[in-house]
């Protein structure tokens, strides 16, 4: 179904979309079969040889379609994270309302619902939300949903805090009680832990928020309105944000483990350390940037 960039430019429009429909569709039949037998004992299999265990406090980053064709579906995943971690820890997701660019979804004057807006950070995530056990922060543009011991702790104050990712946030917090981030069928460029250190280090070389911050209407958990504000990604600094320049040295460094959770590649990364090695990482001038 692959063709070469000449022949595909010589192409009618209607046969590329037959081309590309047919494509998409061989695609997913392969992907369900060759993965039918992943059901949560396989998923839950994976995840442990990778190294997640109970206790753990982990923030999940995930595709469900990279994964395969789970019997279950998102469900099941989640599920099988929760056990996992059982009683004693905490699984967390980002559950952001937007994709793209901070700057530019603010500028809509969006209203944050922390109970009805969904997620934008894929089907695992919004599923996760949804759920009943679920507690989510209330910051309109960063919000994280958890489920677990430490749920209410990592998502308490959000609102509050003056960059998203600052020492109010559930990131700064993840990184203070010495917990996991899993990134499950995605790469380093979906940690958004890795910002936690631009907001709280000083002497950060690049200008990476917008001078202006903004107020934003939330809705939170008791149907309460209230503004909140918050500074803003400057886009200019956002759209050349190379989170795997980071992650190599992570992988370098030893501070990840790398795996497969079915047809996925996996990382679980532990994030205990992660500020003080970006800080020797940055003055020998290596950034996200």
């Known amino acids: ?24 569709k061989v695609k997913f039949w392969k992907i369900r079969f060759i993965s039918r037998a992943l ?11 990778l190294g997640l265990c109970e206790g753990c406090v982990v923030l999940v980053h995930s ?3 990279s994964i395969g064709y789970v019997k279950g579906g998102a469900d099941a995943v989640i599920e099988v994270l929760l056990e996992i971690v059982g009683e004693k820890g905490t699984v967390a997701v980002p ?7 901070m700057a530019d979804y603010v500028q809509t004057d969006p209203v944050f619902d922390v109970k009805k807006t969904p997620s934008k950070m894929g089907i695992i995530t919004e599923r996760f939300r949804q759920s009943p056990k679920s507690i989510r922060s209330c910051h ?6 958890a489920i677990g011991k430490h ?9 509050n805090s003056f960059y998203p990712f600052d020492k109010m946030s559930p990131f700064w917090k993840l990184i203070k009680i010495k917990g996991y981030v899993l990134l499950l069928g995605v790469d380093y460029e979906s940690m958004t832990v890795l910002r936690t250190f631009e ?33 803003v990604q400057n886009p200019k600094f956002s759209k050349i944000r190379k989170n795997n320049i980071i992650g190599e040295y992570l992988d370098k460094y030893g501070v990840s483990r790398i795996g497969s959770v079915g047809l996925a590649r996996a990382r679980l990364v532990f994030v205990g350390d992660l500020l003080d090695v970006m800080n020797k990482l940055m003055k020998k001038g290596i950034t996200t940037y």
């Open 39 to 49: 059901n949560k004992d396989r998923i839950k299999a994976d995840l442990e040889k």
């Open 199 to 231: 907001c709280i280090v000083p002497d950060f070389p690049y200008p990476i928020y917008l001078e202006k911050p903004v107020k934003l209407c939330v809705f939170d958990a008791k149907g309460q309105k209230r503004s909140v504000i918050t500074k």
């Open 151 to 159: 749920a209410s702790f990592l998502t308490k104050g959000h609102e």
């Open 95 to 101: 559950t952001f309302p937007f994709r793209g660019l």
């Open 1 to 24: 179904m692959k063709f070469d960039k000449k022949v595909k430019a010589l192409l009618p429009e209607d046969i590329k979309k037959v081309l590309r429909s047919s494509y998409r």
């Open 63 to 65: 595709s469900l379609s």
């Open 140 to 145: 309109p543009t960063h919000p994280v949903a």
